[in-house]
């Protein structure tokens, strides 16, 4: 007998579960308690490397550094023996092409943000439009932002559709879907967004474009790592998960993979479920692991920098 | 192409047509033998130990009664072991005091009320209570270790929840000592005297807070007694005390078993009498100060009801059931012991409670890792596996987490007991120990009445996402506590204490000074 049912019966989303903010707020920092020191912080650190979907979404992005993100994400560290690679490299559509040739046969994805990333306003046609020129272009995966504003106005049916013909537009790619949790403001609708994404035919769903502030937290991982296991009860199907923005040190990795190994399980600790969207976390993760193995921290300039930092220009702080 | 399909399109849409990129990994890993969705927790990812250190700590090979203020042998020169419930080793020797002993106590906190307690400006009273708190937090990290080895509680229950709770508990009644006619209004509060006062080994330093705190803030003069098995902290504290320059005799700590807590109770010369502990225990004291002089309050047993109805938002009840019972290995007073759920969400909570205590660590007190600690002592591991085998005879069905435990010492994983009904032991009676007794109901009615269809009265707890029916419940619970949407929260301005067999008197918070007051 499959275990992932045929038929989904499709719930009304004005009831998804309440979420308590007080609660969810004190378990997610119960996971920040875990102490995760040696051979298992190896083992994490390493782990959390192989989920990263390196980033780059700049308006200022070039071929060329697209190309040397894409060299960054086969060649982490070569020095040190025995580490994965990222999961994938993270672009914008026009990008998608330069990347994909630049990581050539490896195994790294590509994943392509589509659908007017990152504010969603944009007529449904030119989302489409836009996820199959990503697509064409080469994109195994398709990172899509929800309509927020209809979200919020309640026309849930009309963020549900949009959904599912942004994953019909995927065809095989492995489609993404950022609720931008920090436009949503409660719990309890970040719980609602995640069950009409993941019943509209989301493959993973994903915090937000990175673009927004709060990005990525703790808490709101764990209502999103709680709404796919409620749905994986109801459904037999697994759906990945993808915290993105704002965690750029390995301890806070950490926690999220220790959430993720205490909410969802084993089935659910690889990259083929759960991803980072991170720009600067790869190279702290690379730190961590040398320190592991040499007792010591390196100064930064050991570890190639992959994207333009932060930092001054003439027309003021970037 | 139109793309603004009404929801109905997708109501019973073919998944895979829709989901190609379903992979192999896909099919593998989402079904078990007989396809029934089920998560794993024993991941490959181990958490390696991390263990707190013990080296900072000091602590003496022997420990004498503290008494005026001095650390003194036993007058009967009988000792004790305290031994670590973990790894069942020995810790530390302890006087063993007898009758003459409490007499020499109570005469010393006698003495220091009448010469010099009494008499002291409440300002200059409540410096001493600061002094102790501030002392307490400085030493907090030393404490917390402490009180894990002799009790067996994980270091981080010790190090988050009981050292930071004592030192607050006696920052809080320092507050109150020089404002206490504020706290009784047109009356002119006094102190009473000597208070005997006996703690248990659930909370050991926490404990000791609860009743000295109080006790010194509004002016009395105390003799305490920890419980045998856990009586370190306590001596430590006496230590602080020692340090703190508080007056001689003014606190007195002495160790002993049930008798020498009986020699307190029936001392002609004490005014007070504060007991937490057993229910069995306290009915006994209060028969034994019956007709005496002696104030008394009692904070005794529990048989709490933690009630989810279905629109409560689930996981955080969950969650809220798990911290209820297994906090300090279920050793808790107030402990959400009876769970009843509404049926309409019974399957939903159950298998969320069983992941749930899967993922709980049993173990290494120390090690920061460990969710569920060490039973207190051999005895209550006892009492444990007898409610565990009444249980399964009166027919509930028992499901118990897989984590391993230690070969040595004395541990207990997390248990569920489904298919309970009221009339069943472990439905009834306190276990003080992981084991939680589920229960449905279907209406309001119903579960206020059998909530509170037992002789214990001292907590409860509501899960609801609606405020009217939160109050509707807590009004109607025969409970001294009652937390809604959360649980066992404790705070030193919130008094806390039973109805019916749970005890009566009220400690914490400005109710807390009463008992310790003439007004």
């Not at chain 2, 006696?170 to 102190?191: H, I, N, T």
């Amino acid at each position: 007998m499959p275990a992932v049912k045929e038929r989904i019966i499709v719930p009304d989303f004005r009831s998804s579960p309440r979420v308590d903010q007080v609660g969810i707020e004190e378990r997610a920092s119960r996971f920040t308690k875990r102490s995760i020191k040696k051979e298992s912080k190896v083992e994490g650190l390493k782990l959390v490397l192989s989920m990263i979907d390196l980033t780059t979404l700049e308006g200022k992005d070039t071929p060329g550094k697209v190309k040397q993100l894409c060299y960054k994400a086969k060649h982490l560290l070569d020095t040190y023996e025995g580490l994965p690679t990222v999961a994938a490299v993270c672009v914008y559509p026009s990008m998608v092409r330069v990347a994909k040739k630049s990581l050539g046969d490896s195994d790294i994805k590509i994943a392509s943000v589509a659908t007017a990333f990152p504010s969603g306003q944009a007529a449904m046609k030119v989302k489409i439009e836009d996820t199959r020129f990503a697509v064409g272009e080469g994109a195994d995966e398709v990172d899509m932002v929800i309509s927020r504003g209809k979200f919020l106005a309640g026309e849930y049916n009309f963020v549900f559709d949009e959904i599912a013909a942004i994953k019909e537009a995927c065809g095989e790619a492995r489609l993404k879907v950022i609720l931008e949790t920090g436009e949503l403001s409660t719990f309890d609708k970040v719980r609602r967004a995640s069950d009409i994404a993941m019943y509209a035919g989301a493959d993973f769903i994903k915090t937000s474009t990175g673009k927004v502030q709060p990005a990525a937290t703790i808490p709101v991982t764990l209502v999103m790592l709680e709404a796919i296991r409620d749905y994986y009860y109801s459904t037999g199907k697994m759906i990945g998960m993808k915290p993105a923005g704002g965690i750029s040190k390995s301890k806070l990795a950490l926690h999220y993979l220790v959430m993720l190994n205490e909410v969802l399980g084993e089935d659910w600790m690889n990259n083929h479920w759960f991803r980072f969207g991170a720009s600067s976390l790869a190279n702290d993760v690379l730190m961590q692991l040398v320190k592991e193995k040499t007792g010591v921290y390196q100064s930064g300039d050991y570890f190639a920098i992959d994207r333009l930092i932060m930092g001054k220009s003439e027309i003021g702080e970037f | 192409m139109k793309f603004n399909f009404p929801i109905s399109k997708f109501q019973n849409f073919k998944i895979r047509s829709l989901m190609p990129a379903v992979t192999k990994k896909n099919k593998k890993t989402s079904s078990n033998s007989n396809g029934v969705p089920k998560l794993k927790f024993n991941s490959g990812w181990e958490y390696a130990p991390a263990p707190e250190s013990k080296s900072h700590i000091k602590l003496k090979d022997r420990f004498d009664l503290f008494i005026n203020g001095k650390f003194v042998k036993p007058s009967s020169g009988k000792y004790f072991e305290t031994i670590n419930p973990a790894t069942e080793e020995k810790i530390a020797e302890i006087a063993e005091a007898n009758a003459a002993d409490v007499d020499k106590a109570v005469k010393a906190a006698r003495n220091a009320y009448e010469r010099v307690w009494k008499k002291m400006p409440a300002t200059e009273r409540a410096k001493y209570v600061f002094r102790i708190s501030r002392m307490i937090q400085e030493r907090a990290r030393e404490f917390a270790v402490i009180e894990s080895i002799d009790g067996g509680k994980t270091i981080r229950e010790s190090r988050d929840v009981d050292i930071p709770l004592a030192a607050n508990h006696f920052f809080y009644y320092a507050g109150w000592a020089d404002k206490l006619e504020y706290a009784f209004p047109g009356r002119v509060p006094s102190s009473l005297g000597v208070a005997g006062q006996i703690i248990p080994w659930n909370f050991p330093l926490l404990m000791a807070a609860w009743k000295i705190a109080p006790a010194l803030a509004t002016g009395n003069t105390v003799v305490l007694k920890p419980a045998e098995t856990t009586p370190l902290t306590a001596l430590k504290l006496a230590e602080i005390i020692q340090e703190s320059g508080l007056p001689e005799g003014v606190v007195n700590i002495i160790t002993g078993f049930g008798e020498t807590g009986a020699d307190i109770v029936n001392h002609p010369d004490i005014d007070k009498i504060a007991f937490t502990g057993s229910t069995e225990v306290g009915k006994i004291i209060q028969k034994a100060v019956a007709g005496s002089n002696k104030k008394i309050t009692l904070e005794l047993g529990g048989k709490a009801a933690n009630i989810i109805f279905d629109d409560a938002p689930l996981d955080q009840a969950v969650e809220g059931v798990i911290n209820g019972i297994y906090f300090n290995q279920g050793h808790v007073c107030c402990a959400g012991s009876r769970l009843f759920v509404q049926e309409s969400v019974y399957n939903i909570v159950l298998r969320k409670l069983k992941d749930r205590i899967e993922t709980l660590i049993v173990g290494d007190p120390l090690d920061k890792n460990t969710d569920i600690g060490a039973i207190n002592s051999k005895t209550q591991l006892e009492t444990i596996n007898k409610y565990i085998s009444i249980g399964k005879k009166e027919g509930a069905e028992m499901y118990q987490s897989s984590c391993p435990i230690p070969g040595k010492g004395f541990f207990c994983r997390p248990i569920l007991f489904t298919n309970v009904a009221q009339s069943n032991r472990i439905a009834q009676e306190e276990i003080f120990g992981p084991v939680l007794a589920i229960q449905t109901f279907r209406t309001d009615e119903e579960v206020i009445e059998k909530a509170n269809n037992t002789p214990y009265g001292l907590s409860a707890g509501v899960w609801t996402d609606k405020g009217s029916k939160i109050f509707n419940l807590t009004t109607k619970m025969r409970a001294g506590v009652v937390w809604a949407n959360t649980y066992n929260k404790f705070d030193p301005t919130s008094p806390f204490g039973g109805y019916k067999e749970s005890g009566f008197g009220r400690e914490g918070g400005l109710h807390g000074l009463s008992g310790y007051l003439k007004v």
